[in-house]
């Protein structure tokens, strides 16, 4: 196997010749594991550390290795902790794209998902998971990133044919115009088809909650039951196995990033990805009469009409506004590696009673250095 069954291709050999000197060696991103690194260099996988350059230079949590990132790779001899020496992460090429996500919880730092991604499969059960305002949100997430959406609906058995076309009817009515795809692992149906949209050299991602199927999926897509799954319950619903994301090599030529299912998708700053996830609304909101409307009771809102005709979802409405709201806030706060930066220079121009009383011991204090 060669690099470029790992999506290597011109755009990043370019980047990799000026990145990577003659001693290093070029790798792939294939996992990473309470801090443990997994790379592929084309003939294997195998583990890579990370330097203390990192973590003291790292201005945010994206200037870190995530799964898809290609890597050029330090070789060094053994030691005694590495009886057969080991390799070191020295740079990470530029990225084409990195889907993220908003940390769970009031921390305003971000998550990052993975890298270099060409298709994000949108992965809902159609029997107990599908609601329009999270797959908006998978939406926002993924266009913010410029990649592809794809949206897979399994254990379309637990579902009657009407019903079915009923959901994909209301997402199209909620303006999203994307691939749509059914499969069922317990039937077969669409397994063929969906084998057949997956490409050589495209590296894919599966995003969903627990319990969707994505597991199942991704051992009847390598032909294997490498990934473990539970049994479902009676409402159709699985329950959670993924634990780490993972980007694995199928026998297509193709690679696919499975990850651990979301429970929360709350937003970052989203801006580009609003804009083409809610295009409908934006347009119409550019027709308004005034330039400066709140879409709330002026005269001449087209929103407003088109919310009471009924030519514009309610419901799409309320998620672009929820979204919009969380984008904003978050772009008001402080970054959290920016505010700890401010905190820690902030201890060392005013240092506390303990640090001053430290230092007294020490023989120096802010007084008797401006004074000496």
């Known amino acids: ?100 996500r908003k940390t769970v919880g009031y921390n305003e730092e971000f998550q990052m998902l993975a890298s270099n991604i060409d298709i994000a499969l949108i992965v809902m059960s159609c029997h107990y998971d599908f609601h329009i305002s999270k797959l908006e949100r998978f939406l926002v997430m993924i266009h913010e990133a410029h990649i592809t959406p ?73 032909g294997e039951d490498r990934f473990e799954t539970q049994e479902v319950s009676d409402s159709g619903q699985g329950k959670h196995t993924t634990v780490r994301r993972h980007l694995m090599l199928l026998k297509q030529g193709s690679m696919i990033v499975d990850m651990p299912g979301m429970r929360e998708l709350a937003v970052a700053e989203v801006k580009e990805g609003i804009e083409s996830s809610f295009e409908d609304i934006i347009e119409l909101a550019l027709t308004c009469k005034f330039n400066n409307c709140t879409h709330n009771s002026e005269p001449g809102c087209r929103i407003q009409a088109a919310l009471a005709s009924g030519a514009l979802n309610g419901e799409h409405y309320k998620n672009y506004l929820k979204i919009q709201k969380e984008a904003h806030h978050h772009k008001k706060q402080t970054p959290y590696v920016e505010k700890r930066r401010k905190g820690k220079n902030a201890s060392r121009i005013n240092p506390t009673k303990k640090q001053q009383r430290k230092l007294r011991k020490q023989g120096l204090t802010d007084e008797e250095e401006h004074e000496s």
């Open 1 to 100: 196997m060669g690099l470029s069954e790992l999506g290597l291709d011109n755009w990043f050999e370019k980047h990799a010749s000026a990145s990577c000197g003659p001693e290093q060696s070029l790798a792939r991103v294939v996992a990473i594991d309470r801090g443990r690194i997994l790379v592929h260099d084309g003939y294997g996988e195998s583990s890579a550390e990370l330097l203390g350059k990192f973590f003291y230079a790292a201005e945010s949590v994206a200037k870190f290795p995530c799964v898809g990132d290609w890597v050029c790779l330090d070789h060094h001899d053994s030691d005694s902790a590495h009886t057969d020496g080991f390799a070191s992460i020295h740079s990470i090429l530029p990225r084409k794209n990195l889907l993220q």
């Open 150 to 222: 794809v949206l897979l609906f399994t254990k379309a058995d637990l579902i009657e044919p009407d019903d079915l076309q009923t959901m994909i009817a209301s997402i199209r009515d909620a303006g999203i115009d994307i691939q749509i795809m059914t499969i069922s692992s317990v039937t077969g149906t669409g397994l063929d088809a969906f084998r057949q949209f997956i490409q050589p050299k495209k590296t894919y991602c599966m995003l969903g909650s627990s319990g969707v199927g994505k597991s199942t999926l991704m051992n009847q897509l390598i």
